[in-house]
Nanobody, 121 residues
Framework: QVQLVESGGGLVQAGGSLRLSCAAS????????MGWFRQAPGKEREFVAA????????FSADSVKGRFAISRDNAKNTVFLQMNSLKPEDTAVYYC??????????????WGQGTQVTVSS
């Protein structure tokens, strides 16, 4: 089992940047594909970005492509989400998640508690 703790959320003006971090503990971090998801009030949780176990392959939703970047540091058991050019519609609780598989798409087994990101207009 792996435990995930997100940090880095906060209040930012539109056009600003934030960097989210997700620290993992427990099993070998490099054995997990990692993803970021978000859930806005009254909406379903949606996929934001994912990264393969080695960090070689990354994927992102069309809504954030070109603005957000996912990365990982396996030596520090941490995955990051760099968010630039933030928009009010990016306001949500952001969750990191892990799955012990090569493929980044599919069900994720472990979830963090979430961190709030609020973008003011």
């Amino acid at each position: 089992q792996v435990q995930l703790v997100e940090s880095g959320g906060g209040l930012v003006q539109a056009g600003g940047s934030l960097r989210l971090s997700c620290a993992a503990s427990g099993r070998i971090f490099s054995g997990y594909a990692m993803g970021w998801f978000r859930q806005a009030p009254g909406k379903e949780r949606e996929f934001v970005a994912a990264i393969s176990r080695s960090g070689t392959n990354t994927f992102s939703a069309d809504s954030v492509k070109g603005r957000f970047a996912i990365s990982r540091d396996n030596a520090k058991n941490t995955v990051f989400l760099q968010m630039n050019s933030l928009k009010p519609e990016d306001t949500a609780v952001y969750y990191c998640a892990a799955r012990p598989r090569t493929d980044v798409f599919g069900d994720y087994d472990y979830w963090g508690q979430g961190t709030q990101v609020t973008v003011s207009s």
